[in-house]
């Protein structure tokens, strides 16, 4: 029951965003209760329409309004997939006036995406 997690390296000359990327991975072990959490991250992200959403949400806020007409969706269903992504604590709303804003949780999520959306552009070596 191990997962990786990273370790920062320390070196001055570099931003911290980019020593992520070499990072020395160590194996965390975590409960049970931890694993039912992760399965149920990974699940959240396998929906193609929440991924729309949280991609559409990682550079700015954005309000139900402006992500349902950008991608096609109706107000009624981003607003439910939004419940669930906050529910997961990937995403969070900011109230400003009379309209909440939406936006990725923290930058573990933003990473994580903006990393599997790399991995995914890079194509597959052949085996």
């Not at 694993?35 to 929440?50: Q, Y």
């Amino acid at each position: 029951m191990n997962t990786w997690s990273r370790i920062i390296l320390i070196a001055p000359e570099r931003p911290a965003h980019v020593l992520r990327r070499f990072a020395i991975r160590t194996r965390v072990s975590l409960s049970t209760g931890q694993l039912v959490l992760l399965a149920e991250t990974f699940r959240l992200l396998g929906d193609p329409t929440r991924l729309r959403i949280l991609m559409f949400c990682l550079n700015q806020p954005r309000a139900v309004g402006d992500i349902a007409g950008s991608l096609g969706l109706s107000q009624t269903l981003v607003s439910h997939h939004l419940r669930l992504l906050r529910g997961g604590r990937l995403m969070r709303g900011v109230r400003q006036s009379r309209q909440i804003f939406y936006e990725v949780a923290n930058r573990h999520v933003s990473d994580v995406l903006s990393d599997m959306a790399s991995h995914i552009q890079e194509g597959h070596a052949e085996d």
